[in-house]
């Protein structure tokens, strides 16, 4: 028999009001856990290196500015409220498409990055 646990209303997350805070050229920070997964914010003005995650794929979604995902074969960008879903071994990088892009990243928690 399923139980329930009563709680406190959650607080909501705001991204965007998050990335203001940011003035770093490259900040990237856990926002919250799904079950064994993570939910990650990236804040970017210059280019993440050739990587790739062996064990997990890496969905990608654009919140503010243009994201850009490249690959060996070519690159997509994405507009805000994009996304796309990188497969487990795809080597990629990631760059902002214009000055600054703000992202959100859902991956394996602890997926290992592999910087080639």
């Known amino acids: 028999m399923a139980t329930h646990v009563k709680?406190?209303?959650p607080a909501p997350l705001d991204p965007l009001l998050l990335s203001r805070e940011v003035d770093q050229p490259y900040h990237n920070r856990r926002l919250t856990g799904v079950n064994d997964h993570e939910v990650r914010m990236?804040?970017?003005?210059h280019g993440f290196p050739w990587h790739h995650h062996p064990s997990s794929d890496e969905v990608f979604c654009a919140v503010e500015g243009v994201l850009i995902v490249e690959f060996e074969s070519g690159e997509v960008a994405l507009q805000p409220g994009q996304y796309l879903t990188v497969p487990a071994g795809v080597r990629h990088r990631t760059r902002p498409g214009?000055?600054?892009?703000?992202?959100?990243t859902f991956e394996r928690a602890n997926a290992e990055t592999i910087f080639d």
Do not use: H, I, Q, W
């Open 7 to 9: 709680t406190a209303a």
């Open 42 to 45: 990236s804040v970017m003005t």
């Open 98 to 104: 214009g000055e600054r892009s703000v992202n959100l």
